[in-house]
């Protein structure tokens, strides 16, 4: 009879099919499957690192760039509502208009 291994190739115990053994199964899953996740949003994060470097080395300023990125993700009413808000804002201060 063959012996049972895991998903990462190591043996079970022969008593992993209580209901115990099925949980820490289900755990280390778990876990590995977190950890790859992981290593792919670091690898994701380093290129986008590396985008706004080369938009930099172009002359575009990071800053905005972000700003930008994050205000796309909003939806277009709450977009709108805080524009609306910080004009207000703005004009109180003598500011004017500074979403138009």
């Known amino acids: 009879m063959a012996e049972a291994t895991g998903g ?7 008593d992993d ?14 876990i590995e499957r977190i950890e790859r996740m992981e290593e792919e ?3 994701i994060a380093a290129d986008i690192r590396e985008i706004y470097a080369e938009a930099k080395g172009n002359g575009f300023d990071t800053k905005a760039l ?8 909003q ?4 977009r709108m509502e805080q524009a609306a808000v ?14 138009g």
Do not use: C, P, W
């Not at 820490?24 to 899953?29: C, G, M």
């Not at 939806?75 to 709450?78: E, L």
């Open 8 to 14: 990462d190739g190591r043996k079970l115990d022969g």
């Open 17 to 30: 099919n209580s209901a115990e053994g099925v949980a820490k199964t289900q755990l280390r899953t778990f």
């Open 41 to 43: 949003k670091a690898a």
């Open 66 to 73: 972000r700003t930008i990125v994050r205000v796309r993700k």
């Open 75 to 78: 939806d277009a009413n709450a």
């Open 86 to 99: 910080v004009n207000t804002y703005s004009n109180a201060l003598g500011m004017g208009d500074i979403f």
